[in-house]
Structures are given as C-alpha cells and as structure tokens.
C-alpha cells in the first residue's frame, strides 16, 4: 500500500532561518503530490501541488517544493520564516491506482518564535 | 475563505446518542470526502463519494456510514457513539477532472463521554 513519511514530528525555528521539510512517499508510478497547511484554528489549504512539468513548484507566500522522482522526496522549503508561519504542515500524495483520494503524511508541526 | 462548511465545529457528547456531522459544500464539486484525524497524526480517509447516490468507504475502517442524495451534501452519522470514535472529523471536496486539489472545512471535534 502507498505510503507517505514526514520525517519531523515538530520543527521549532527563529524568525529569518530557513526551513526545508521532508516529504518521502512509496509509490513506484504516476504520482501527484501536495503540501497542505494548517494555520491555529482554521482548515487545511493547499500551499502548493505538482502534477507534471516543472519539479521544482512555487506556492502561496514564498513556499517551494522540489520533486524528485529519484528519491521518491518532495521537500518543502522556505529560505527566511515568519512568525506567521508557525502551523501543521502536511504533505499528500494522489495516485491513478488510488482513484485520485489523497493518502495524507502525519504532519510536521512548525513553530516559529518571533 | 472556506466553501466547505461543516457543522456543529465542536460536539461533546454522551455514548450511545446517534450522532450526524453536517457537510455542505458550494462550489458544485462532484466528489467529496471523510477524513479522520486524531492529534499528531495522519488525515485517514474513512469515506468518499463521486456523485450522487455514490459512496464508498475508505482506507480506515468506520463504523460510521454517509449518503449523497444532494451534490453539496454529505452527512456523515454515527448511529450509536462510542468513545473510541472521539476524533476531529473533516470533510473535503474537489471537482472531477485529472487530480483536483481537495477543499477542506473547518472539521467537527466530537467527544464521546
């Protein structure tokens, strides 16, 4: 069965570090992949996806991601973090055998201190 | 802003009771979606559906059932609430058409006592 793994659990930073998360899935073909985000007390909205084309992705307020289909990776960075960005950060990925539902990571917990 | 909208946000609740989490979405997405979520951990999807009167259930197994008699209505309901099935519950949508991006709701925290 397809799997994805999120590497870190909880990432605490200072403001202006740069943030890289890690993305691993298992799926051996065709797959779409996604990072979602959770801001404190509101609901999951897509930060930015890939389908084809380009491995490397730009998102909403300065997030990239890179896919690498060598590594089965689709990391997520952001070179200089606001405080505004502390929240759940989930990375998912759709397959064709999969009929397009999602299979979610656990999620990483991002803290920023100000 | 969300156009998903899930009702109630928060239900705490005694076992036993028959309990429905409301879902309505209004962007006239054909497919919609349970997820079950418990703290630190994956979304689980427990049930979707990709039309009218189409619902299959998902990866996670639930004692929980849904129906699709409207196209933005997919109410999930517990029939006789356990506390093993406190959980945050969150419905998503996305429109038919390759691999749409899902839209989720606020999602409904249930609490069975």
């Known amino acids: 069965a397809q799997s994805v793994s999120q590497h870190n659990h909880h990432v605490i930073l200072s403001e202006a570090a740069s943030l890289e998360l890690g993305c691993n899935y298992s799926y051996g073909g065709t797959v779409n992949l996604f990072w979602y985000v959770q801001y404190p007390g509101q609901h999951l909205q897509l930060l930015l996806k890939y389908f084809s084309g380009d491995p490397l992705v730009k998102g909403i307020k300065g997030f990239e991601a890179e896919f690498i289909k060598s590594k089965f990776s689709f990391n997520l960075r952001k070179p200089s973090v606001q405080w505004s960005d502390t929240a759940e950060y989930f990375c998912a990925v759709s397959t064709y055998n999969q009929g397009g539902k999602l299979i979610f990571g656990q999620g990483t917990e991002l803290s920023v201190k100000p | 802003e969300a156009d998903i909208y899930q009702t109630p946000r928060y239900l705490v609740i005694g076992t036993g009771k028959k309990i429905t989490l409301e879902c309505s979405q209004t962007?006239?997405?054909?497919?919609m979606y349970w997820y079950q979520q418990d703290p630190g951990m994956e979304l689980h999807l427990i049930h979707y559906s990709y039309g009218v009167n189409s619902t299959e259930k998902g990866d996670l197994s639930s004692e929980s059932t849904v129906s699709r008699i409207r196209t933005e209505h997919f109410p999930l309901t517990l029939e006789s609430a356990r506390p093993s099935h406190t959980s945050q519950y969150l419905c998503a949508s996305s429109s038919t058409g390759g691999f749409q991006p899902q839209h989720f709701g606020d999602g409904t925290r249930l609490s069975i006592l």
């Open positions: 962007m006239g997405h054909d497919k």
